[in-house]
């Protein structure tokens, strides 16, 4: 198993920092959340949320080796052609180090945003998935050939992205549920002569910060159902079954190595809510090797 970062919402100065540290200490992706689906009204607060795109473009100009995705896209936020454009862009930039992740997001972000939710989200997104894999392969002039992962919830999405694309993003999952998902992620993927690449984000925050994110979770019902499916009920139940006690770096890492035993390809640390230092502390702790 590999072992990679996700960071949001940084300033690009800051973000570069992090990945050639992550670099160093042998950490091989950078996943960047696409932070989109802000309330459009104007009179409102104000944005927020970097563009993940351009973030990474200023990580691959100051980085070697390091892996870098968007993970994910809310595709209903975007235009096929003009995703495509920028993936290629990205893939160029970085000599075939960018991965695409895209995922169909939920009801209630669309509802926010004013942008319509589509009625089948499986049949949207297996409709992105093949026209992005057909820019990818056959239809760039320049920069093509970046792999695909889905974002996923449910058993459907798992196979949709294992078996047409080439593997999912998965989110929230005990080390249980995570063998469970890879299994089934591994068979889909057979079926079709694909790797099936799984990839896990492992949120290592401040507890209160974790909290916070286990409540505005489960406050969408795609995913209130993802955490009762795993026997998690409350805030307190989530973030003890599916995030890493930064408090002991030496639980984590024992935690990590259960995780490796599930046959994830890679993990991503999201070390959200530290300072520079506290994050570095974390990283260096829980580093490769």
Known sequence: ???????????????????????????????VPDI?????????????GRDAFVSLGSVFAATTTIYGAVGVAAVIFHQPTAL???????NEVSDGRFTLGVGISHAEAAERAGVA???????????WVSELATRS???????????????ALGPKM?????????????????????????????????????NGRTVLYLRVMPGDLARTDAVNYDAMANYHQH????????????????????????EARDRLAAYAETGLDLVCLYPHGWDEAERNRILAGLAPG
């Open 227 to 250: 955490f009762v499916n795993q026997g998690l009920h409350t805030p307190d139940d989530i973030v003890a079954a599916t995030c890493l006690p930064a408090s002991d770096l030496g």
């Open 137 to 151: 392969h056959y239809g760039m002039a320049f920069g093509g050939d970046w792999p695909i992962l889905v974002g």
């Open 84 to 90: 495509a454009v920028a993936a290629s862009t990205l």
């Open 158 to 194: 798992v196979a949709l992205g294992a078996a047409h694309a080439d593997g999912v993003v998965l989110n929230w999952l005990s080390v249980d549920e995570a063998a469970r998902t890879v299994t089934a992620a591994k068979e889909a993927a057979a079926e079709t002569s694909r």
């Open 117 to 127: 939710f589509p009625a089948s989200p499986m049949a949207e997104m297996g409709r």
């Open 1 to 31: 198993m590999d072992l990679g970062v996700c960071a949001r919402d940084l300033p690009a100065p800051e973000l570069c920092r992090l990945a050639q540290y992550a670099e160093s200490l042998g950490y091989t992706d950078l996943f």
């Open 36 to 48: 989109r689906g802000a309330d459009p009204d104007p009179d409102g607060p104000p944005l927020g």
